[in-house]
């Protein structure tokens, strides 16, 4: 069962926009009291994320540092949090989906072949704060049944599977694209 979790996993570097993320939900924590921003990670920007926490009393954001198992905090977070400037396949975008989270990440170039629909993960423009903490809102407030979510996440991951990447090779070489 899922938690009121929202989760980011990955790199402290100012290319993955951490920050962005924290600004985002630094406006929308207040209206959503139950929801925790939970953060696993290190890296060169450790301790300005810290501090932006602090010198903000931006409430409910739990810091995880480096976790080598990342398997429990995806079992309980009801969403995933990217804000990257360049990604190509992100491990941590397909895992996550694995474990039925609902990722919002910002558009990347292979993203609507990851996320082709709203049901299974929204995109957002790259550097929109605004776009990111609409988002956020829109999916905390709304809060998609999970049980039918995580059945449609895990549905559609299946295309990454063995099988799944089996029958797209098949299909290929049939040439049935």
């Not at 804000?83 to 919002?104: K, N």
């Not at 709203?118 to 905390?140: F, M, P, Q």
């Not at 996440?153 to 098949?170: A, H, L, P, T």
Request: hydrophobic share 40%; glycine share 4%; with cysteine.
């Amino acid at each position: 069962s899922k938690e009121k979790v929202i989760l980011y996993v990955g790199r402290f570097s100012p290319d993955k926009n951490v920050d962005i993320i924290i600004k985002a939900w630094e406006k929308i924590a207040p209206n959503h009291p139950e929801w925790v921003l939970e953060i696993a990670g290190d890296g060169e920007m450790r301790d300005s994320l810290h501090a932006l926490v602090r010198e903000r009393a931006i409430p409910r954001v739990v810091f995880h540092g480096h976790v080598k198992n990342v398997s429990p905090l995806y079992n309980r977070a009801e969403y995933i949090v990217l804000a990257s400037d360049c990604e190509s396949q992100p491990c941590v975008l397909l895992e996550s989906m694995m474990f039925g989270c609902y990722p919002i990440v910002f558009e990347f170039p292979a993203v609507r072949y990851l996320i082709s629909s709203e049901k299974v993960g929204a995109v957002v423009s790259k550097h929109e704060e605004k776009e990111l903490l609409r988002e956020l809102d829109k999916v905390i407030t709304k809060s998609i049944n999970n049980k039918n979510k995580i059945k449609e996440i895990n549905s559609y991951m299946k295309r990454f599977d063995v099988s799944g990447v089996v029958e797209c090779w098949r299909s290929l070489l049939e040439g049935n694209f």
